[in-house]
Protein backbone atom coordinates (compact mmCIF):
# COMPACT_ATOMS: atom_id res chain seq x y z
CA UNK A 1 0.00 0.00 0.00
CA UNK A 2 2.64 2.52 0.63
CA UNK A 3 4.38 1.54 -2.12
CA UNK A 4 1.37 2.00 -4.45
CA UNK A 5 0.72 5.79 -2.66
CA UNK A 6 4.64 6.20 -2.75
CA UNK A 7 4.23 5.53 -6.90
CA UNK A 8 1.01 7.72 -7.03
CA UNK A 9 3.30 10.74 -5.46
CA UNK A 10 6.40 9.50 -8.22
CA UNK A 11 3.62 10.37 -11.00
CA UNK A 12 2.02 13.44 -9.81
CA UNK A 13 5.40 14.97 -9.59
CA UNK A 14 6.01 14.08 -12.92
CA UNK A 15 3.01 15.55 -14.11
CA UNK A 16 4.01 18.57 -12.07
CA UNK A 17 6.94 18.82 -13.63
CA UNK A 18 5.86 17.92 -17.57
CA UNK A 19 2.92 20.17 -17.15
CA UNK A 20 4.52 23.71 -15.54
CA UNK A 21 7.10 24.73 -17.59
CA UNK A 22 4.62 24.27 -20.91
CA UNK A 23 2.39 26.37 -18.45
CA UNK A 24 3.13 29.31 -20.98
CA UNK A 25 2.59 27.85 -24.21
CA UNK A 26 -0.10 25.50 -23.22
CA UNK A 27 -2.43 29.29 -21.50
CA UNK A 28 -0.56 32.71 -22.24
CA UNK A 29 -1.57 32.92 -25.76
CA UNK A 30 -5.36 30.52 -25.95
CA UNK A 31 -7.27 33.32 -24.87
CA UNK A 32 -10.33 34.75 -27.14
CA UNK A 33 -8.56 38.74 -26.68
CA UNK A 34 -5.35 37.16 -28.63
CA UNK A 35 -7.03 35.45 -31.46
CA UNK A 36 -9.03 38.27 -32.97
CA UNK A 37 -7.14 38.01 -36.23
CA UNK A 38 -7.18 34.38 -36.43
CA UNK A 39 -9.63 32.45 -37.71
CA UNK A 40 -11.01 29.58 -35.43
CA UNK A 41 -9.07 26.29 -34.70
CA UNK A 42 -8.52 23.71 -37.63
CA UNK A 43 -9.11 26.59 -40.17
CA UNK A 44 -6.27 27.61 -42.42
CA UNK A 45 -4.36 30.84 -41.44
CA UNK A 46 -4.09 33.88 -43.36
CA UNK A 47 0.04 34.93 -43.62
CA UNK A 48 0.37 38.05 -42.23
CA UNK A 49 2.40 40.09 -39.45
CA UNK A 50 -0.29 38.69 -37.25
CA UNK A 51 0.66 35.31 -37.91
CA UNK A 52 4.52 36.01 -37.93
CA UNK A 53 4.44 38.10 -34.49
CA UNK A 54 2.44 34.23 -33.18
CA UNK A 55 4.89 32.65 -34.42
CA UNK A 56 8.08 34.54 -32.46
CA UNK A 57 5.82 35.08 -29.39
CA UNK A 58 5.44 31.13 -29.33
CA UNK A 59 8.69 30.83 -29.71
CA UNK A 60 9.57 33.06 -27.00
CA UNK A 61 7.13 30.88 -24.32
CA UNK A 62 8.90 27.83 -25.81
CA UNK A 63 12.26 29.35 -24.53
CA UNK A 64 11.05 30.50 -21.87
CA UNK A 65 9.74 27.05 -20.76
CA UNK A 66 13.61 27.07 -19.60
CA UNK A 67 13.38 29.72 -16.86
CA UNK A 68 9.62 28.30 -15.76
CA UNK A 69 11.57 24.90 -15.16
CA UNK A 70 14.00 26.28 -12.46
CA UNK A 71 10.43 26.05 -10.07
CA UNK A 72 9.61 22.68 -9.84
CA UNK A 73 13.42 21.59 -10.29
CA UNK A 74 14.03 23.23 -6.92
CA UNK A 75 11.64 22.18 -5.46
CA UNK A 76 12.05 18.59 -6.20
CA UNK A 77 15.32 19.03 -5.09
CA UNK A 78 13.82 20.41 -1.95
CA UNK A 79 11.34 17.80 -1.83
CA UNK A 80 14.05 14.95 -2.27
CA UNK A 81 15.98 16.30 0.83
CA UNK A 82 13.45 17.55 3.37
CA UNK A 83 10.28 16.08 1.95
CA UNK A 84 8.88 13.39 0.20
CA UNK A 85 11.36 12.02 -2.28
CA UNK A 86 9.50 9.88 -4.93
CA UNK A 87 7.20 13.03 -5.05
CA UNK A 88 10.59 15.16 -5.67
CA UNK A 89 12.29 12.71 -7.84
CA UNK A 90 9.56 12.35 -10.28
CA UNK A 91 9.52 16.30 -10.46
CA UNK A 92 13.09 16.70 -10.50
CA UNK A 93 13.00 13.38 -13.88
CA UNK A 94 10.35 15.37 -15.37
CA UNK A 95 11.94 18.73 -15.41
CA UNK A 96 15.30 17.82 -15.71
CA UNK A 97 14.24 15.84 -18.92
CA UNK A 98 12.44 19.14 -20.04
CA UNK A 99 15.93 20.81 -20.09
CA UNK A 100 17.40 18.21 -21.99
CA UNK A 101 14.68 18.24 -24.78
CA UNK A 102 14.98 21.94 -24.92
CA UNK A 103 19.12 21.82 -25.02
CA UNK A 104 19.53 19.01 -27.69
CA UNK A 105 18.06 21.06 -30.09
CA UNK A 106 20.91 23.59 -29.75
CA UNK A 107 23.60 20.94 -30.43
CA UNK A 108 21.66 19.60 -33.91
CA UNK A 109 18.67 17.45 -32.67
CA UNK A 110 14.93 18.45 -34.12
CA UNK A 111 14.66 21.99 -34.34
CA UNK A 112 11.69 23.97 -32.35
CA UNK A 113 8.52 23.67 -33.13
CA UNK A 114 8.86 27.59 -33.73
CA UNK A 115 11.91 29.44 -34.86
CA UNK A 116 13.11 32.46 -36.27
CA UNK A 117 13.76 31.19 -39.63
CA UNK A 118 9.75 30.09 -40.08
CA UNK A 119 8.54 33.51 -39.56
CA UNK A 120 11.31 34.57 -42.26
CA UNK A 121 9.78 31.90 -44.41
CA UNK A 122 6.47 32.60 -44.13
CA UNK A 123 7.64 36.43 -45.04
CA UNK A 124 9.38 35.42 -48.07
CA UNK A 125 6.21 33.91 -48.85
CA UNK A 126 4.47 37.21 -48.66
CA UNK A 127 6.75 39.56 -50.39
CA UNK A 128 6.19 37.12 -53.47
CA UNK A 129 2.79 36.94 -53.24
CA UNK A 130 2.91 40.61 -53.40
CA UNK A 131 5.36 40.89 -56.56
CA UNK A 132 5.48 40.92 -60.16
CA UNK A 133 6.35 36.52 -59.70
CA UNK A 134 2.81 35.64 -57.46
CA UNK A 135 0.95 33.09 -58.23
CA UNK A 136 -1.94 34.86 -59.35
CA UNK A 137 -3.54 38.64 -59.43
CA UNK A 138 -5.43 38.16 -56.49
CA UNK A 139 -2.38 35.81 -54.51
CA UNK A 140 -3.43 35.20 -50.83
CA UNK A 141 -1.42 32.53 -48.98
CA UNK A 142 -2.69 30.82 -45.76
CA UNK A 143 -1.07 28.06 -43.87
CA UNK A 144 -3.17 25.01 -43.80
CA UNK A 145 -2.19 21.75 -41.85
CA UNK A 146 0.46 20.38 -44.23
CA UNK A 147 1.54 23.50 -46.29
CA UNK A 148 0.85 27.42 -47.66
CA UNK A 149 -1.15 27.56 -50.81
CA UNK A 150 -2.88 30.58 -52.16
CA UNK A 151 -6.69 30.80 -51.11
CA UNK A 152 -7.52 32.21 -54.49
CA UNK A 153 -5.63 30.03 -57.28
CA UNK A 154 -4.91 27.00 -54.59
CA UNK A 155 -1.62 26.40 -56.02
CA UNK A 156 1.25 25.05 -53.32
CA UNK A 157 3.25 27.97 -52.26
CA UNK A 158 5.86 26.44 -49.27
CA UNK A 159 5.29 22.97 -47.82
CA UNK A 160 5.96 23.15 -43.95
CA UNK A 161 3.61 21.72 -41.50
CA UNK A 162 1.66 23.95 -39.31
CA UNK A 163 2.64 23.81 -35.71
CA UNK A 164 0.07 24.73 -33.13
CA UNK A 165 -0.62 28.38 -32.92
CA UNK A 166 -2.14 29.09 -29.54
CA UNK A 167 -5.84 28.94 -31.32
CA UNK A 168 -8.08 27.54 -29.04
CA UNK A 169 -8.06 24.01 -30.15
CA UNK A 170 -11.49 22.52 -31.59
CA UNK A 171 -11.42 18.97 -29.47
CA UNK A 172 -12.38 21.76 -26.31
CA UNK A 173 -10.14 22.71 -23.42
CA UNK A 174 -9.30 19.33 -21.63
CA UNK A 175 -8.03 17.50 -24.86
CA UNK A 176 -6.46 20.66 -26.42
CA UNK A 177 -4.09 20.87 -23.76
CA UNK A 178 -3.78 16.81 -23.24
CA UNK A 179 -2.97 17.18 -27.24
CA UNK A 180 -0.70 19.47 -26.53
CA UNK A 181 1.06 18.23 -23.84
CA UNK A 182 1.63 15.12 -26.12
CA UNK A 183 2.95 16.62 -29.25
CA UNK A 184 4.86 19.90 -27.56
CA UNK A 185 3.53 22.12 -30.35
CA UNK A 186 5.01 19.77 -32.92
CA UNK A 187 2.92 19.60 -35.90
CA UNK A 188 1.23 16.05 -35.44
CA UNK A 189 1.02 15.27 -38.98
CA UNK A 190 4.16 14.63 -40.97
CA UNK A 191 5.08 16.72 -43.57
CA UNK A 192 5.65 14.05 -46.12
CA UNK A 193 1.96 12.52 -45.67
CA UNK A 194 1.16 14.90 -48.80
CA UNK A 195 3.67 13.94 -51.36
ZN1 LIG B 1 -2.67 32.50 -56.32
Redesign the pocket.
Known amino acids: MAMISQFLLFLFGAFLGHFLPRFPVLLMSRGRGFNLHFPPHPEPVPLGPHLNQRVLHLRMFYWLSLVVVVVPMAVGLASVRWGNPAFGFGLWLASGWLVLNRLQSLIGGAKPPWTRAMAEELQGVINL?SSEA???A????VWGVTNVR??????RLLIMARPDLGRKRRDGRFFGYLRLLISDGYPLIAQSEEE
Open positions: SSCCWSTPCSNCDK
